[in-house]
């Protein structure tokens, strides 16, 4: 049996708003024709892929197959997601207390630990994968939870080893430039987000990405230009929906922004960022109610969402419930500067000029 080399899947991405996660495939034959195994093969351990029905023996059922079949099936609720990823988890440990000697084991257990939010134990099998293989994409794994752990210059040092190795692929150049935009370094990111676009014209999350390299560098227009080559490559990437949107709504086009951010939110309403930044929308384009139905809807009142409907009362003249939705919201977060502002001017309208005195310097204070 040939050793196990992995192999890169094109355009294999799973979308974040800054991230793509590069997904590894290995050979399902081992080099065998049309994917299937002879039947003389007798499998050790787990094996990843469900088997044909058709070369089972009628005496066979999948319950009763003398072999590990390491296939859980695709779950969506989040208890089920979670009892896979630690049913995988659990059976990447037994594989490497039975061969510790397997690299693919190993790079198998540091996914796991990664899609666990357990990056440093990923790094230390990523690590110990490339030791064992000298595979360039172990270096790209690792910086992918070396950056999650903000270990930025150790993440851009993988990325450019793997460059120096070989691994000269879109998923190296974005999450390069993704290490340069953690770190302020707009110029080499955007250069690293250009190399993506060249290798992938048709990448959303490069286009989007350099879109928010040209924003943070103050150029709204060209980010504009960015996101809507986003949008118009894949309508529903949802984050470059939301930032087109924001900065539709600063130059005061705001049923652009609505419109933009409405389908986000009917989509996936548990977005609250999206929920809370068409909510703002309504309430910067002088209407309340609408924004009052939005906020309804949320399941979670932080400060933030109880600071806008308290906003969107004021706009309203419901001085009182304005009042006590603002001071509900600086109770939960007393850094919130809008609900001071509002509140200064419920109380001027009041009459108690000196308590909105006191609020606004407050505002002045918490600069």
């Not at 009628?58 to 390491?70: G, N």
């Not at 988890?89 to 790079?107: C, M, R, T, V, W």
């Not at 666990?116 to 910086?143: D, N």
Request: glycine share 4%.
């Amino acid at each position: 049996m040939p050793p196990w080399r992995p192999q890169r899947s094109p355009g294999s991405l799973s979308l974040t708003p800054m991230s793509a996660s590069p997904l590894a495939t290995w050979p399902r034959s081992f080099g065998l024709p049309n994917g299937q195994a002879p039947t003389a093969i007798i499998f050790h351990g787990a094996v990843h892929e469900i088997i044909d029905p058709s070369r089972l023996s009628r005496d066979l059922k999948f319950a009763s197959i003398p072999v590990v079949i390491h296939h859980y099936g695709k779950v969506r609720e989040q208890e089920y997601v979670a009892s896979k990823q630690h049913f995988y988890l659990a059976l990447g440990l037994k594989k490497i207390q039975e061969d510790p000697a397997n690299s693919k084991a190993y790079f198998d257990l540091g996914i796991q630990y990664q899609e666990l939010g357990r990056h440093a134990e990923a790094c230390t099998c990523f690590e110990r994968t490339f030791e064992m293989t000298k595979t360039p994409v172990a270096l790209l794994y690792g910086a992918i939870s070396e950056k999650r752990l903000r270990n930025y210059d150790s993440a851009s040092k993988l990325l450019k080893r793997a460059l120096k190795l070989g691994l000269d692929t879109f998923e190296v150049h974005l999450e390069l430039g993704n290490v340069y935009l953690a770190q302020d370094e707009l110029l080499s990111a955007g250069a690293e987000y250009s190399v993506c676009l060249k290798i992938n014209p048709e990448s959303p999350i490069a286009a989007f990405n350099q879109g928010l390299v040209q924003r943070r560098m103050g150029d709204a227009r060209a980010a504009e230009n960015l996101y809507e080559r986003a949008l118009q490559i894949d309508p529903t990437f949802r984050q470059a929906a939301v930032e087109l949107a924001m900065l539709r709504a600063a130059d005061k086009r705001y049923p652009e922004a609505i419109d933009l951010l409405k389908p986000v939110v009917e989509r996936h309403p548990e977005l609250r960022d999206a929920r809370l930044a068409l909510a703002t929308t309504y309430i910067q384009a002088n209407n309340p109610d609408e924004a009052l139905k939005v906020l309804a809807a949320s399941s979670n009142m932080d400060a933030v969402a109880l600071c806008l409907l308290g906003v969107a009362h004021f706009q309203k003249e419901n001085l009182d419930e304005a009042q006590r939705l603002l001071e509900a919201a600086l109770r939960q977060d007393r850094s919130l500067k809008d609900a001071r502002v509002n509140l200064a001017r419920i109380y001027e309208r009041k009459g108690d000029h000196a308590r909105a005195q006191r609020y606004m310097q407050s505002v002045t204070l918490t600069k």
